[in-house]
């Protein structure tokens, strides 16, 4: 099994990823998504890493190993929702079914002046957020990913969306670049979104218990959001099928608060609050996990003492 998730290869390449978009934009996505069966077949059993994660994750779900259907039809799920990203980007929402649950309360926050992290995961769609940014186009909203992973399919979405680039905190640039680019972004009643269920290599890593082990989660979201001083309100888009999705907000804390004196049983219970949302929401929609490595694999765990505050002095410092 994949020992981490940064050492597998971008699915499909280049010229694959480019095909598809030229597919796409040129018969319609009821065509395209003809394409997406033998894809499914493809990558189920060339990629076994993939296919044994698979096995793994619906095992932990359900109490038995996954089977080739579920297998072949969580990839399907996967494939839908990086088809539908063409789509979002060239014709933002139109087609699409997108239900809104949740925002009355993000919306209210926004309304008052409040920055907000979005917290969400490898879980669905995180492209359909562009509901959001289409129906409050006064908030500014910054996605803050890992540019350098996937290039040919985030050159792709760049050539589709120009504008993306200027709404996207590479985490190339380093860490207080980046937590000085969230802060000015929420200072301005805006948004941040992040994803918080995989760490980079030597990120500083905590365990909380999700579908009933123990497995890493990365640290930092939580210790940008001690320092930013903003609600994190998880946010997921999850797939439906067909051209449905649900876009789900949930306040995760008003504040998150990490006491110099408990720090770490502080960290260990937002980590554990966020994990068992997700759990619930994979039980309600478990064809929306989309973390093909071995989640539950052992990384570089710490205490937060020192790590918390050589970030936090930095951060003031600048």
């Excluded at 562009?130 to 979405?157: E, F, H, I, N, S």
């Excluded at 999850?238 to 449905?244: D, E, K, S």
């Excluded at 502080?266 to 068992?276: K, R």
């Amino acid at each position: 099994m994949s020992k981490h998730w940064m050492d597998r290869p971008e699915a499909g390449g280049w010229f694959a990823i480019w095909l598809i978009r030229f597919i796409a934009v040129h018969c319609g996505r009821g065509f395209t998504r003809l394409f997406l069966y033998p894809i499914t077949l493809y990558f189920y059993f060339r990629r076994g890493p993939e296919r044994r994660s698979v096995r793994d994750y619906f095992g932990r779900l359900t109490g038995t190993p996954g089977t080739p259907v579920q297998g072949m039809r969580l990839i399907h799920a996967y494939a839908s929702t990086i088809l539908d990203r063409v789509y979002l980007l060239m014709r933002g929402t139109r087609g699409y079914q997108v239900t809104l649950v949740g925002a009355d309360e993000l919306h209210a926050r926004l309304d008052r002046g409040e920055g907000v992290m979005l917290l969400g995961a490898h879980m669905g769609s995180f492209d359909v957020l562009r509901v959001l940014a289409t129906r409050k186009p006064q908030y500014p909203l910054k996605l803050v990913m890992d540019k350098g992973k996937t290039p040919a399919m985030t050159q792709l979405l760049e050539a589709l969306a120009p504008d993306l680039a200027h709404n996207i905190i590479d985490t190339a640039r380093g860490g207080m670049d980046i937590v000085l680019a969230m802060s000015e972004a929420v200072r301005a009643g805006g948004m941040v979104a992040l994803l918080g269920d995989r760490g980079r290599p030597h990120e500083l890593m905590r365990e909380a218990t999700f579908l009933g082990a123990p497995a890493p989660f990365p640290a930092n979201p939580w210790l940008i959001a001690s320092l930013l001083k903003v609600p994190v309100v998880l946010c997921l888009g999850l797939y439906r099928g067909g051209n449905r999705y649900d876009l789900v907000f949930e306040t995760l804390t008003d504040r998150v608060e990490l006491p110099r004196a408990d720090r770490n049983p502080a960290l260990d219970a937002y980590m554990g609050h966020y994990a068992a949302r997700l759990e619930h929401h994979l039980r309600q929609s478990p064809y929306n996990w989309f973390n093909f490595y071995d989640f539950w694999l052992p990384q570089t765990t710490a205490a937060a003492e020192h790590v918390l505050d050589d970030d936090i002095g930095q951060a003031h410092a600048a």
